[in-house]
């Protein structure tokens, strides 16, 4: 007997840390039961994934929502879906190529022109090490997609989400924004050998730096910005990786629907007791029962920009 106590104790562990580190990455449940009713919210890359299932539960949660989408057929599809999952009538699809200015400048023209309000955009569409191609403009495509497109399209909206304030940006990065660096020669790789996880890291860093200025410049406006780590989710995302082909990464990866800091980040602003409103910065605001509010390190954000990751949240300081 004694001969398959180590064996045992070994695969013990092993199957204990697995759960352990599935918990980790993906974040914990949304405690946020806020609904939306009447506000309007815009989601990248909403036909697939975690836009796609966070724009199913804002749908459940009576928004007026538009799906962005490169794919007009999935985008159809989803948004078919999701109307009939939810009954919620008010559920779009619109075109948008993230890779074509062109047609940013139209989504953007249509949504001003068509909607009274936007109140939230979640700019989440993103590519992942891809090979090195270009965009329809000439930039590299993870830079051009992750953050070039979605810096337009906010400044496109901003005038919109100023107007209807009180209003939010959520912005998807990645925990791979620590390992970025911007090289400012080479920002589309003509100099250098294309690293694709390099390419990935510079865009999400720059996804995060450009949202700690825009939460400074929009002080005072009404619109606050955040950023935020979904956590490690089993998508369309790492086609180009091969990252989720073995059993491990299986088995430890979340399901797409890793979508609790988006919903949460979606939602708990519109909440009187766990708003901007009530939260200053570095403060945990607190439900009436005095216990805090948020994640499980969270905050709900406010005046300053935030990084949410997965769960937990680390306050950035600015300069």
């Not at 199913?56 to 989803?78: P, Q, S, T, V, Y």
């Not at 491990?248 to 901007?276: G, I, K, M, R």
Request: net charge positive; proline share 4%; hydrophobic share 35%.
């Amino acid at each position: 007997m004694s001969r398959y106590v180590l064996p045992l104790s070994v695969l013990g562990t092993a199957v204990g840390g697995a759960v352990l580190l599935k918990d980790f990455v993906a974040g914990g449940a949304c405690p946020s039961k806020a609904t939306i009713p009447g506000k309007t919210v815009i989601v990248t890359g909403a036909n697939t994934g975690i836009g796609k299932q966070t724009a199913l539960e804002l749908a459940k949660r009576g928004g007026n929502i538009i799906l962005a989408c490169r794919d007009m057929e999935k985008c159809e599809a989803a948004a078919k879906e999701i109307r009939g999952e939810t009954l919620n009538h008010r559920v779009n699809a619109r075109h948008l190529d993230l890779a074509s200015l062109k047609s940013i400048r139209e989504f953007a023209a249509k949504v001003t022109e068509e909607e009274e309000h936007v109140h939230i955009l979640i700019n989440n569409a993103a590519v992942m090490r891809c090979p090195h191609w270009t965009t329809e403009d000439g930039f590299e495509m993870q830079l051009g997609v992750n953050y070039l497109g979605h810096f337009l399209l906010t400044n496109l909206l901003l005038d919109k989400l100023k107007a209807s304030a009180p209003s939010r940006i959520i912005n998807v990065s990645s925990l791979a924004h620590v390992a970025g660096h911007i090289d400012f020669e080479d920002l589309n790789w003509e100099k250098r050998k294309y690293d694709t996880k390099a390419a990935y890291c510079q865009s999400k860093l720059a996804v995060v730096v450009s949202t700690k200025e825009l939460s400074r410049r929009l002080q005072g406006t009404g619109v606050t910005v955040n950023a935020l780590h979904p956590g490690v989710a089993r998508t369309e995302l790492g086609r180009h990786t091969g990252m989720h082909s073995s059993a491990f990464s299986s088995f430890t990866l979340e399901s797409p629907y890793c979508t609790e800091e988006l919903v949460f980040q979606a939602t708990s602003w519109t909440d009187p007791h766990c708003s901007p409103s009530n939260s200053q910065a570095g403060s945990f605001p607190t439900e009436p029962s005095g216990k805090p509010c948020g994640r499980k390190a969270g905050l709900c954000g406010g005046p300053v920009s935030h990084i949410f990751v997965a769960g937990k949240s680390r306050q950035e300081t600015r300069r």
